[in-house]
């Protein structure tokens, strides 16, 4: 059986993996008074609740770095954050395999980063790096002699010696913020905008070029991974499932937060529905909380009844979403 491709511990900590996006628009947001919160901003571009899963990816701890930005421009718009994308996401999937990729880069996108970088405008982008900090999101700060002609920060909560660092690769994908008007939506249209991309995501309303599921049924591809070990796997099997499982943790975790913050103050029945959908969060969290450990789930990988386990604990998980979709 082959071994996965390795994450690395500096880019595998759960919070900057599956928040790296969230992490590079609040760090782009413009002088406030308080900067974002980041569970608005994780739950408002309807990654929170996301579950993701993706057939073509056998690495499952790459899962939480997918279609992370389906509603980002709307997202950011509500804070008054207006960005422009260089394509639709969904047509960023694959399309570094294409043989014309880095020829149409450098027609097309290149001279619109120069620009924005010229107009002083932030420029986020995907996959501009390689290596540990491939499939995160972060911020191309210049030009530069090497590499793909920039440079940047692979994601905000790099250390020091991770900035500035060559984009040793055209990004896949690319927005420019082209202007900022600090601004903090109403808790009513955040609360609203929050549940309709949730919604979408947990219905699997993607485009289907994407090649991805999401919401519910991507728990069913997750126990297909798992079952289909038919022999005892290598030990980054173990650490891919457990980053999974600690990503999804760390969303959860961040909407129930959203949720119990946003009845404050609100009707017993909204404040019923909101605890409820919360509760089932902790449900989740707490059921996943043996598959995050990577050294429990080696124990468990390498035998058919501890697959079996590992399988219990990822449809309790599923019921988990399952149930927070019948309540939004």
């Given at each position: 059986m082959a071994t996965l491709k390795p994450l690395d511990d500096l880019a595998c900590k759960t919070v900057d993996r599956c928040m790296s996006l969230t992490l590079v628009i609040q760090a782009n947001a413009g002088d406030r008074p308080e900067p974002i919160d980041l569970d608005d901003l994780h739950a408002c571009l309807g990654l929170s609740l996301l579950v993701c899963a993706s057939e073509s990816e056998p690495n499952v701890g790459m899962w939480p770095l997918l279609a992370r930005d389906l509603f980002l421009e709307e997202s950011c718009h509500v804070f008054g954050?207006?960005?422009?994308?260089?394509?639709?996401?969904?047509?960023?999937?694959?399309?570094?395999?294409?043989?014309e990729f880095e020829q149409h880069f450098d027609a097309s996108y290149r001279p619109l980063i120069h620009r924005a970088l010229e107009n002083r405008q932030a420029v986020i982008a995907w996959r501009a790096w390689s290596g540990q900090f491939e499939n995160t999101w972060g911020t191309i700060d210049g030009s530069h002699d090497e590499g793909a002609g920039f440079v940047g920060t692979p994601h905000p909560a790099a250390s020091p010696s991770?900035?500035?660092?060559?984009?040793?690769?055209?990004?896949?994908?690319?927005?420019?913020?082209?202007?900022?008007?600090?601004?903090q939506p109403k808790a009513s249209e955040l609360f609203e905008l929050t549940v309709a991309h949730a919604q979408a995501g947990l219905r699997g309303d993607m485009p289907t070029q994407m090649g991805i599921t999401t919401g519910p049924s991507a728990f069913d591809v997750w126990l297909d991974k798992l079952t289909g070990l038919t022999e005892p796997p290598d030990p980054s099997h173990s650490v891919a499932h457990s980053r999974l499982a600690k990503s999804l943790i760390a969303g959860h975790q961040s909407a129930a937060r959203f949720f119990r913050r946003s009845c404050e103050g609100e009707s017993p029945a909204f404040r019923s529905q909101c605890e409820t959908i919360a509760a089932s969060c902790d449900s989740l969290t707490h059921t996943l909380s043996p598959v995050a450990d990577p050294d429990s789930v080696q124990a468990m990988i390498v035998t058919e009844s501890g697959r079996k386990e590992i399988g219990r604990f990822i449809h309790e998980a599923q019921q988990a979403s399952e149930k927070v979709l019948s309540i939004l």
């Open positions: 954050i207006n960005t422009r994308a260089l394509h639709p996401p969904e047509s960023a999937v694959g399309l570094e395999k294409a043989e991770h900035r500035q660092l060559v984009c040793d690769r055209p990004p896949t994908q690319v927005y420019t913020i082209e202007s900022v008007s600090p601004q």
